[in-house]
């Protein structure tokens, strides 16, 4: 089995995340988080993509990620044309299969022994500047399993639930724009 990495909150094509995140033209962001991808990425990578991966021209960059090595999954965010509170998310589904071996809400996977779920969201937290955590009714249910994530934008890798659950963010701002591998994720437990 290949190794198995995240991707979090790529927004490629998003002029205001890149603007964030230090760049001055979107093209050189998305050139760096496809180029960082390339680099580790292996034919046998187990890439797990945690939402919001797209935003202007979205089919045509997400085609991207079709020529990075290994099998794509995505788990959608609120930013992802796929997202069900979008109206319309039927009609982009299969785009997303295009490019991604699954598409889902949720996902469930095991790592030596470790039972560990991946979503968009945290249990609970938002984006930093955030009020109130939004998105509740897409949130899964913190029944105390450890859970990966994106959606923060936070620079903090590691964090508990209100009922004290850990959860690991696995968006690309807590890593440098480099995809953490699941190793690197649960060194933080």
């Not at 794509?72 to 299969?94: C, E, I, Q, W």
């Not at 913190?142 to 936070?154: A, Q, R, V």
Request: glycine share 12%.
């Amino acid at each position: 089995m290949g190794e198995i990495r995240f991707v979090g909150d790529a927004h490629l094509g998003h002029r205001l995340v890149a603007g964030l995140r230090g760049f001055a033209a979107v093209e050189d962001h998305d050139h760096q988080i496809l180029s960082n991808m390339a680099r580790v990425a292996r034919p046998d990578t187990i890439w797990w993509h945690t939402g919001d991966e797209a935003f202007d021209g979205w089919q045509g960059r997400i085609k991207a990620f079709a020529a990075i090595p290994g099998t794509h999954h995505l788990v959608l965010g609120n930013h992802d044309r796929g997202f069900p509170a979008n109206s319309s998310s039927y009609k982009y589904l299969s785009a997303y299969r295009e490019v991604f071996a699954s598409v889902q809400l949720a996902a469930k996977i095991s790592h030596q022994g470790v039972g560990l779920l991946i979503c968009h969201f945290p249990y609970d937290g938002d984006t930093e500047g955030r009020g109130e955590d939004r998105f509740e009714q897409w949130r899964l249910r913190d029944l105390g399993k450890p859970l990966i994530h994106g959606h923060t934008h936070s620079a903090q890798r590691v964090s508990t639930s209100a009922r004290g659950t850990v959860q690991l963010h696995a968006g690309l701002d807590a890593w440098g724009l480099v995809p953490p591998t699941i190793h690197d994720l649960l060194s933080g437990i």
